[in-house]
């Protein structure tokens, strides 16, 4: 029996701007699969960790079983079958890329017992088949910096490209998850608020954000990068709706320090990029202010991960 | 009597996806200005060169004259009158900033004459006005790389902030005229074939390409730029109608090595970055691919400018 065990770590996708195109790997949660392949009885997934009874344990339905499974499909080896021990430590449905970590840990650590047939942009392929089961919609946003490490541009979408850049440094990212539900479907339904078309002047100014972020990121601007962050003028102004208060704590954010402030993925967790040592002082500011509007929340303080998936035992 | 002589560059603005964006120096050809400032006397302006008829000589009317007098304003010296000979040799409404050259060389030279009293940004506001004269409305992708020199980003609107980037090397800049009139107003009609509104995944699409155009740009990959470039999603479609063949000669450019392609600035000249060495025979064939359709063209073979704006004697 062949056995490993592997972490994939939160991520924070769009940065503002970069819609479906951008994400960041977090120090902190990861979530942890176990996997052991065998060449008899059933495919079986055991889950456990936070919010645990809400990950399906049907070996179709569960991401990082359907990941993995892909692994197999693709390399021709279905005869194998897979016992897998997934431990959740990155809360679902809070917008910080849980089924996609969940899902290149599974395809990851599938791949890693076969010796590493797969390359990287294939392993990206069978993680997407685990997030289309999760989220509906096959997007490699989360998965690729969950894969990388670091923060990841998609620079092409078929064929699978993507670009690693240098995680940010000297910086600390704050993340606040209002205790809400967007409902249980909530990538679509983040997904289906958002304006079919947007008018080519707002193209322009996202393409203006995107560029002060990407350029910022390149020069290790933390500014700049803030500037981009903030600078979202098409996905923030249609998902504020579903986080309450959201521009009161845009505006406090940045007021305090903050370089920059928008929604993590889709929401409901929202984050902000802080100078070193200001992530707990800001956190507080932001816990009150939805703490008076009689909403409780959740903040943690983040790095950026120069490390993605990787192997623990 | 005061007086100076300067000359600023040809450009090429948006680069593909940097509609409004990002603009490129060439080192050739230049427009020259040379300014006389007097406490008597009338505004005048002379204009010699490439068709010079075609340029207004009315001192309200003269993209160049207007920019220099719009300096006066700003620091409010308008005591001085402006004797002005322009000498045109970037070809008007081709698409290469041929105004834009003009503005800013008029704004930098009687900004150089008074000691240098207004800031980069203050300049381009000057030169905008300008512009604004010849094309209608006031754009600065065309400016701000005739300036500064290399590729130029502009951050933001308002306030104007300009990044810098450093100029791309080891490649030509193929630029294709073909010897069609779009119209006298050609810059207004190119903007008004442009669509209002573009869909949601088109937004996506063009923001992933200027993401490979400023990657490649900032990491000196030439592949990465070219298909930055080549990736116009919306404007290139829309305005390639207003050009002959244009997919022909992008499709034949790229077939025959070109790292992109596509238009420069509003049009109707085209260009391709093309490896060092390859210009002479690239333009060879697309200028055959017009001469077949009955359009004649002129090409000519440039490099990415250091310079901008500069004081000749």
Redesign the interface.
């Known amino acids: 029996m062949l056995s490993i065990r592997v972490t994939a770590p939160a991520t924070i996708a769009n940065l503002g701007?970069?819609?479906?195109?951008i994400g960041m790997a977090l120090d902190k949660p990861r979530d942890i699969v176990e996997v052991f392949l065998e060449e008899k009885g059933e495919d079986e997934v055991k889950v456990s960790g936070l919010q645990a009874s809400d990950i399906p344990l049907d070996p179709n339905k569960n991401s990082a079983m359907v990941a993995a499974k892909a692994v197999l499909k693709k390399v021709k080896k279905e005869n194998f079958k897979i016992k897998m021990n997934l431990i959740k430590e990155i809360p679902p449905r809070r917008g910080l890329g849980s089924s996609g970590a969940s899902s290149i840990a599974g395809a990851y650590a599938v791949n890693c017992i076969l010796g590493n047939p797969l390359k990287s942009e294939e392993l990206l392929e069978c993680a997407m088949e685990g997030e289309k089961v999760a989220c509906g919609s096959p997007h490699i946003d989360n998965i690729a910096p969950a894969l990388f490490g670091g923060i990841t541009?998609?620079?092409?979408?078929n064929p699978i490209r993507i670009?690693r850049?240098e995680p940010i440094k000297n910086a600390e990212i704050l993340v606040l998850s209002p205790k809400i539900e967007i409902g249980i479907e909530k990538t679509k339904i983040a997904r289906e608020i958002?304006?079919?078309?947007?008018?080519?002047k707002t193209?322009?100014n996202?393409?203006?954000s995107?560029?002060?972020l990407?350029?910022g990121l390149?020069?290790k601007d933390l500014n700049?990068i803030g500037?981009g962050i903030s600078g979202d003028h098409?996905i923030e102004p249609a998902r504020a709706k579903l986080i309450p208060r959201f521009y009161d704590l845009k505006n406090r954010a940045l007021e305090n320090g903050a370089y920059g402030f928008s929604i993590s993925g889709a929401g409901p967790s929202v984050f902000a990029l802080v100078p070193k040592g200001e992530g707990k002082r800001i956190g507080e500011i932001l816990y009150s202010i939805l703490r008076e509007n009689g909403i409780l929340s959740e903040y943690s303080i983040h790095e950026n991960s120069e490390d993605g998936v990787k192997i623990v035992s």
Chains 1, 2 share one sequence.
Not at 153 to 157: E, H, L, N, T
Not at 194 to 200: A, D, F
């Open positions: 701007p970069g819609f479906d195109l541009f998609i620079s092409s979408f670009i850049l958002l304006p079919k078309e947007v008018m080519l193209m322009v996202q393409i203006q995107f560029g002060n990407i350029i390149m020069k700049l500037l098409v």
